[in-house]
Each structure stands twice: as C-alpha cells, then as structure tokens.
C-alpha cells in the first residue's frame, strides 16, 4: 500500500512573475514525480512551493490520483489568492494526472494564452483612457476642496459641478468601452473553454473506452480545469470588487451623515441653474435625485431672498456694518474668534484691517464673504440683514483678491473667465479683465505656462488694484504700511475686537498698539 504525505511551506511575499516548471515523464518513483512536477518558484517577488514528500511504497496511478485529488482542494485554496500561480500550479497537476489528455489541455492553454494576449494588447489605451478619466476626477476634486474659499468666493460651485459632472460622464463613457472588451475576451475565453471541453470529452471517452484511462481520472481532470482556470478567477475577481465596492460605500456612509448642508448655498444653486437657460448635461447626472424639486427645507425663507439687482443695488450704494459680531469655527465651537465686533466699512472707501496674527482679520473677511455666518450679532448692507441675500449673488458682488492667489489648471484665458459672471464668456471679456488688470501684456508673452505669474511685476498688479478700487468698498489686510496708511480708515482688531480706529496719524497718536505695530516694524515699508 502506498503512503504518501505531502507537506507544503508555501512563502508568498508577492505576485510571481517567472516560473520555471518542471514536469517528468511516468512511470517513475513518486518522489521524483512530484520533485519535477510539483517545484514552482519566481524569483521576484519569492514564490515558493517546497514540496516533502515520504515515500514508502511503490507508484500506483490509481492512489497517486486520488491523493492529488484530496490534496489539490487544499493547495488550490493555498494559493487561490495568486490566479497566476493557481493556474500554472494546477496545470503541472494536470499534465501529471493525464499526459494523454495533455494535448487538448495545451490548445486550451494556447486559445486562452491568446486571447489573453490580443485582449491585453487591445485593452491597454482603453485602461489608460479609464484610469486616466479616474484620475482626472481625483485632480479635480482635490483642487476644487484645495481651493474652495477661491471657488467659493467667485461663487464658482456650479463651475465646478459642471466641470466634475463632464469628467464623470468621460468616466462613465470610458468604463462602458471597457466592459465591451471585458465582455468580447470573457465570451471568446468560454467558448475556447466549451469547444476545448467537448474536445476533452470526445478524446477521454474514447481513452475511457479503449480501457486506457480511467473514468475517475478523466472526470478529475475536466473538473480541475474548469474549477481552477474560470471559477476560482470569477469568484476571486467578483469579491475582490464588490469587497472595494462595500468598503467605499462604509467611507462614505461613515462621512455623510457628519456633513452639514449649506442650505442657503444649495437653494442659490438650485435656482441658479433652473434660472439659465442653457442646458448644462454635465450637471445632469449630480442633480439626478432632485427630481426638479427644490431639496432645502426652508424654501418659504430662502424664496423672499433679495433678486440679483436688489444685492448689486444695495452692494454699491449701502454702508457695510459688522454689529456686535462673534463668531466661533464650526470645528472649535468652544474657542470664540470674534467677540462682539463693530467695524463700519464706508460705501466706496478703503479700510485697512491690521493686528496681530491670529486676531481674527481674515476670520472677518471669511464672514463678509458669507463663507460662514456669525455665531451672534449680523452684518448689515445698506441697513439690511446680509442673511437675506441670496448667496449667489453676494459672491458675484463681492471680490477677493488673495495674497497668494490660486490658479486652477486650466488655460490663463479659463483662469480668468472664473471671476466673470457669465456662463458664456467671450475671448473679449477675457481680454478686457486681463487689461482691466494689466495682465493683458504679460499674458500674451506667454508661450502656455501660467506658473510664470511669478514674474508679473508687484508694481503693476498694485496699480490694477489701486484703480479698481476706486469707487469700490474695499478691506485690505496688509502688513506693508504704504498700503495701510493710505487708506481711509484703519482698524485695529485684537482679541477679536476693533480696539483702535482712525486714520494713520490719528493712531500714531493715540501710541497704542497700531502705534507699537509700526514701531517694531510689525507693519512697514518694504
Ligand atoms: N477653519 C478654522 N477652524 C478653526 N480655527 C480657525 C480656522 N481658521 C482660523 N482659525 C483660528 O482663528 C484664529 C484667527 O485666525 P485668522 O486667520 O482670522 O487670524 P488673522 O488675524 O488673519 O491672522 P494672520 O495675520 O496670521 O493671517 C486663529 O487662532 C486661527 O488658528
């Protein structure tokens, strides 16, 4: 009677890559067999299958069968995590079952090595075209949250939705192409499967007949190539994607439930993009589940909003009062930034905030901005509640000019459409903000870079803003005393109040903190 155990030590520290596959010609003692048959190695990463094999008795075909049956359940679930390794393991098993059915296992092998081929050769620009379409979207993502005061401050939301709506669509697109060709390869597999298991049949049967080859063996041997080869893929490929799938789902689930909706945000959107006439099918997709409704609960409140032409109206004529302004961030509610601020902006003047860094200077322009609202006291606009401004049209009304302003990646022509009202902005609008920002020069000397900016002179980005201020109510935080003192008003703000306010030498004056600013040079010429 023969005993035969075998010992597995599998290491597997990544995917193989090159096998060398020794396979040897029965009848011979068992452990040369499977000494040939069963040492599969790559050389990078290390994949190792160390077989031990005691041998006590003699070969038999018939018990030799039946141990590679019982054991291949267990080494097929061993490496079942490595198709590759699966596949060329249990082909060794198999030519070691049935040399005489190894001709059709081979054409089996051919069909499908060529499919796999031509498929792989075919697929590669449609994969890179579908990766590529996801990292598109990624990119934009990432750059739209990177950027969202930016986005928001051009009231640029519906911008953006369109933009990642398009790149979705791609997505989608692309990914439909690819399941053609993930289809046409799965089809023709099975059918070279199905012909090469018909051929299987005929061949064995006629073994099986003869008294050549026993039926057990036969049946063994169908049964591995078709539970290994496709099965085992499917199985593995589908799980593998609906884990990913479930365990994106768990991260978003995980994430929405915490997020707050900017409800005054949503409803300007809304009406905004029923408001346009021009159909945008990008956004399409994203406002899917609205059914045309609006989604805000407060719709009676947000419907008395005041129209574009009142916010305009009231933006160039009215005062901007900040009254008794606190304000604490969302995510330290217990740490007060502003508490209780009175700051008068006059229609038309400058007024230059300055302070101490942290005091809360750019905490005031965020909430001009409406970026948030304050957690106690309003800002007013020509005596009305900035709260009944529609946001939208606040953003078109408001401008903010950054220290380090960002470029989104697009052409310098895309760049500065973002700050022009209009959908359908023309190549002359374009042309005349750049001019508007002596800008206009400098860009048509670029060849395409807009990393270049860099070397726009200060001087004449200064002399833009100086001119377009003019008749504009303007807050400028800036730490160069040219700058400050020149405007019309300056405050103070520290400890989340305007302690000091007046003209540069009315603060001089007073020898308080502006004046102990400007004397250690905290604000200065530069
Ligand atoms: N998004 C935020 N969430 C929580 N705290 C914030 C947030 N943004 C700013 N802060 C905190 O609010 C305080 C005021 O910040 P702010 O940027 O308004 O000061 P600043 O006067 O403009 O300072 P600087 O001159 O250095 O720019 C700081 O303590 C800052 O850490």
């Known amino acids: 009677m023969s005993i035969v155990t075998i010992y597995t030590n599998i290491t597997i520290t990544g995917k193989g890559k090159f096998f060398e596959v020794l396979i040897g010609a029965r009848p011979e003692p068992i452990w040369q067999l499977l000494s040939k048959v069963g040492i599969l190695y790559t050389l990078e990463p290390i994949f190792t299958i160390i077989f031990v094999v005691e041998f006590f008795d003699k070969y038999k075909v018939g018990e030799l069968t039946s141990l590679l049956t019982s054991d291949l359940g267990s080494l097929k679930t061993i490496v079942s995590d490595n198709y590759q390794e699966t596949v060329i393991g249990t082909l060794c098993l198999l030519f070691a079952l049935s040399p005489q059915l190894a001709p059709v296992l081979g054409l089996l092998m051919l069909t499908v090595s060529a499919v796999v081929a031509v498929y792989k050769r075919t697929t590669v620009s449609v994969f890179k075209v579908h990766g590529s379409a996801l990292a598109t979207i990624a990119d934009c993502v990432t750059e739209t949250f990177a950027a969202i005061r930016t986005v928001r401050s051009f009231g640029g939301e519906k911008r953006q939705m369109s933009v990642f709506g398009r790149q979705v669509l791609d997505y989608e697109r692309s990914g439909m192409t690819l399941g053609v060709f993930k289809s046409i390869n799965e089809s023709i597999t099975r059918v070279a499967v199905y012909v090469s298991l018909m051929a299987l049949y005929c061949l064995g049967g006629s073994k099986v007949k003869a008294g050549k080859l026993a039926v057990g063996t036969m049946v063994s041997f169908i049964g591995y190539t078709f539970t290994l080869t496709f099965a085992v893929q499917g199985v593995v490929n589908t799980f593998g994607d609906l884990r990913g799938a479930l365990a994106a789902v768990e991260r978003i689930n ?62 160039e004529s009215g005062d901007i009062h900040l009254e008794d302004v606190s304000f604490s961030y969302p995510l330290r509610p217990d740490v007060e930034i502003l508490q209780g601020l009175d700051l008068t902006l006059k229609c038309g003047t400058v007024t230059a905030l300055v302070g101490p860094s942290g005091a809360g200077k750019s905490t005031v322009v965020q909430l001009l901005a409406r970026f948030y609202e304050p957690t106690r006291g309003r800002i007013t606009v020509a005596g009305e509640d900035l709260r009944s401004f529609d946001k939208s049209e606040w953003a078109r009304a408001v401008s903010i000019v950054n220290q380090e302003p960002v470029l989104f990646s697009v052409s310098v022509g895309e760049n500065i459409a973002y700050g022009l009202p209009d959908d359908n902005v023309s190549k002359d609008d374009v042309i005349k903000a750049a001019k508007a920002a002596n800008a206009h020069e400098f860009i048509i000397s670029l060849p395409q870079a807009t990393s270049a900016l860099d ?72």
Do not use: W
Request: overall charge neutral; glycine content about 6%; proline content about 2%.
């Open 455 to 526: 070397t726009v002179s200060e001087r004449l980005v200064q002399d833009a803003l100086t001119r377009l201020m003019k008749g504009r109510t303007t807050l400028v935080i800036a730490h160069r005393l040219s700058t400050v003192q020149n405007a019309d008003l300056i405050a103070l703000c520290s400890d989340g109040k305007i302690s000091e306010l007046g003209t540069h030498s009315e603060l001089l004056e007073q020898k308080g903190l502006y004046a102990s600013l400007v004397g250690s040079q905290r604000l200065a010429f530069e």
């Open 254 to 315: 995980s994430v929405l439930p915490g997020a707050e909706i900017d409800e005054a945000l949503a409803y300007a959107l809304e009406k905004d993009l029923k408001r346009r006439k021009s159909h945008d099918p990008n956004l399409e997709p994203l406002l899917a589940n609205s059914n045309g409704k609006m989604q805000t609960s407060s719709v009676g409140y947000m419907s008395s909003l005041k129209s574009a032409s009142d916010v305009r109206k009231l933006a």
